[in-house]
């Protein structure tokens, strides 16, 4: 009987998860299961409702998880319960996101690995484990380059009316948003990354703009400078990146990559593909 194996990789907006061990992979969709945003209870609703119910009873017999906020032990051991509760013969294996990518991204050699999605981080993999890290502290205090500071760097441009009038008119005409329920969905509503991030669209919709690539530009290269230059390894080994932010502004990423002096490794959108051929191994 074959070994059946689930991994799932989950940022703060969806977790893509990937049944490994029948004749070809699985892979499903659900809601972002970050501990930071979620409680316990919360987290069961989710899998009980989106995933679950796809699997078919189907046993899993090892199921790998990375996500956003599992760094912690607590927050490992509270992920680690929950999952044990839906499939109690399985191993489970917790680890936060940035293992995620960095195994994803350089399987099993050296490399500096990038996430750039709703949030941002980076760090140094030695080809076992995670040496060197620049973790993200949340889009209020850095997550430089990250989907919800990109998207915040829109809303800046709005409000401040900086924003020509050719592109405010873009803006206008796709959103219709005011003042006011901007500043209600980014302080009083939940999630407020979430919406910050989703400007990211209008960015990817309206490049050319000398405005849009300002705000690409200097957001990335914030990235770069904050975190990239200071890994020492940066010099020596591929600087790879994963996240629908470095995916769609891939060109600016290996602009800035030969501005820097980096050789570029994989760029993915998401680290499944990678996690699978380094569980399948």
């Keep these: 009987?074959?070994?059946?194996?689930?991994?799932?990789?989950?940022?703060?907006?969806?977790?893509?998860?990937?049944?490994?061990?029948?004749?070809?992979?699985?892979?499903?969709?659900?809601?972002?299961?970050?501990?930071?945003?979620?409680?316990?209870?919360?987290?069961?609703?989710?899998?009980?409702?989106?995933?679950?119910?796809?699997?078919?009873?189907?046993?899993?017999?090892?199921?790998?998880?990375?996500?956003?906020?599992?760094?912690?032990?607590?927050?490992?051991?509270?992920?680690?319960?929950?999952?044990?509760?839906?499939?109690?013969?399985?191993?489970?294996?917790?680890?936060?996101?940035?293992?995620?990518?960095?195994?994803?991204?350089?399987?099993?050699?050296?490399?500096?690995?990038?996430?750039?999605?709703?949030?941002?981080?980076?760090?140094?993999?030695?080809?076992?484990?995670?040496?060197?890290?620049?973790?993200?502290?949340?889009?209020v205090l850095g997550d430089e380059g990250s989907g919800a500071?990109?998207?915040?760097?829109?809303?800046?441009?709005?409000?401040?009316?900086?924003?020509?009038?050719e592109l405010e008119g873009r803006f206008n005409r796709k959103y219709g948003l005011d003042r006011a329920s901007i500043l209600e969905a980014v302080y009083r509503k939940e999630k407020p990354n979430r919406f910050l991030a989703s400007f990211t669209v209008f960015l990817a919709e309206n490049r050319g703009h000398y405005m849009v690539e300002n705000i690409i530009a200097d957001g990335l290269n914030a990235f770069f400078y904050t975190h990239l230059i200071r890994f020492r390894e940066s010099s020596l080994y591929p600087v790879n990146f994963t996240g629908g932010v470095s995916y769609i502004f891939r060109d600016v990423i290996e602009a800035l990559c030969s501005d820097y002096g980096f050789v570029v490794g994989n760029i993915y959108k998401t680290p499944m593909e990678g996690l699978v051929k380094y569980h399948r191994g």
Excluded at 28 to 35: E, I, V
Excluded at 153 to 161: A, D, N, R
Aim: glycine share 10%; charged share 20%; hydrophobic share 40%.
């Design 149 to 165: 500071v990109l998207g915040k760097m829109v809303i800046q441009h709005f409000l401040y009316g900086l924003m020509d009038e």
């Design 1 to 139: 009987m074959a070994n059946i194996k689930l991994i799932a990789d989950s940022g703060s907006t969806k977790t893509e998860w990937c049944l490994m061990g029948e004749k070809k992979p699985h892979y499903y969709f659900t809601q972002g299961l970050s501990p930071y945003f979620l409680n316990k209870s919360a987290i069961r609703d989710v899998l009980a409702a989106e995933l679950f119910p796809k699997l078919k009873k189907i046993k899993v017999d090892e199921l790998y998880f990375y996500g956003t906020g599992c760094k912690s032990t607590e927050n490992k051991r509270m992920m680690k319960s929950v999952f044990k509760s839906f499939f109690p013969a399985a191993s489970v294996l917790v680890e936060d996101d940035v293992t995620g990518a960095a195994r994803g991204l350089c399987g099993k050699t050296k490399g500096i690995a990038a996430i750039l999605g709703t949030g941002s981080s980076s760090c140094f993999f030695n080809g076992k484990r995670i040496t060197r890290n620049s973790p993200g502290i949340g889009y």
